[in-house]
């Protein structure tokens, strides 16, 4: 029932930074998140950040790289991508969970963006 609309996605050289945007559709008291899925690859877990703010989480790949925040007042929540690297080339999905710990997996999901390919070139 809870819309999740992505932007922010695109081309960029290795090296370079993107910033994803994650509007909601109305107000959550949810976790939010970031998944990505490379082609031929398994959606994983990229990001998360509690309702008030106080608490993130991120994958170890990502880490020191990448920052997520949120702005409750817009319902939304970003994702803030620096020091790219092909590797890092993915949909990315926007997503929202009961709680933080949950929301490191798939099945801790209740709610999915449709997605913003981002592309990293070498």
């Known amino acids: 029932q809870v819309q999740l609309v992505e932007s922010g996605g695109g081309l960029v050289q290795a090296g370079g930074s993107l910033r994803l945007s994650c509007a909601a559709s109305e107000r959550t008291s949810y976790s939010m998140g970031w998944f990505r899925q490379a082609p031929g690859k398994e959606r994983e877990f990229v990001a998360a950040i509690n309702y008030s703010g106080t608490s993130t989480s991120y994958a170890d790949s990502v880490k020191v790289r990448f920052t997520i925040s949120r702005d409750n007042a817009k319902n939304m929540v970003s994702l803030q991508m620096n020091s790219l690297e092909p590797e890092d080339t993915a949909v990315y999905y926007c997503?929202?969970?009961?709680?933080?710990?949950?929301?490191?997996?798939?099945?801790?999901?209740?709610?999915w963006g449709q997605g913003t390919q981002v592309t990293v070139s070498s």
């Open positions: 997503a929202a969970g009961p709680n933080i710990v949950g929301l490191r997996v798939r099945l801790g999901v209740n709610y």
